[in-house]
Nanobody
Framework: QVQVVESGGGLVQAGGSLRLSCRTSGLTFDNYIMGWFRQAPGKELEGVPCISWSGGSTYYADSVKGRLTISRDNDKHTLYLQMSRLKPEDKAMYYC?????????????????????WGKGNQVPVST
């Protein structure tokens, strides 16, 4: 049984930092492209960053470039999202997801339908 579990969310002030983690089990982690998605109140789900199976390629949404960093530890089956200089508009539910696509492309790595395994989400409230 595949499990995807996010952790690390919590109240943070604008301008502050936070790190999310996502631990997986039941899948061969280093065979999967991984992504972070978020959904802000009243808005659609959007891809934030994604990372290739090796960690060698990453892609970011323009809105988070330079502030959020995605990384992975294949030995620990864990994905990370380091968030810094947080803005009020970063307030959202953050989801970790796994895609079995063999190759990562910037045009498709945020395609939600490619991700078959999702976590339940982790709330990141950003206070002003």
């Amino acid at each position: 049984q595949v499990q995807v579990v996010e952790s690390g969310g919590g109240l943070v002030q604008a301008g502050g930092s936070l790190r999310l983690s996502c631990r997986t089990s039941g899948l061969t982690f280093d065979n999967y492209i991984m992504g972070w998605f978020r959904q802000a109140p009243g808005k659609e789900l959007e891809g934030v960053p994604c990372i290739s199976w090796s960690g060698g390629s990453t892609y970011y949404a323009d809105s988070v470039k330079g502030r959020l960093t995605i990384s992975r530890d294949n030995d620990k089956h864990t994905l990370y999202l380091q968030m810094s200089r947080l803005k009020p508009e970063d307030k959202a539910m953050y989801y970790c997801a796994a895609s079995a696509d063999p190759v990562i492309y910037p045009t498709t790595c945020f395609r939600q339908s490619d991700y078959k395994n999702w976590g339940k989400g982790n709330q990141v409230p950003v206070s002003t």
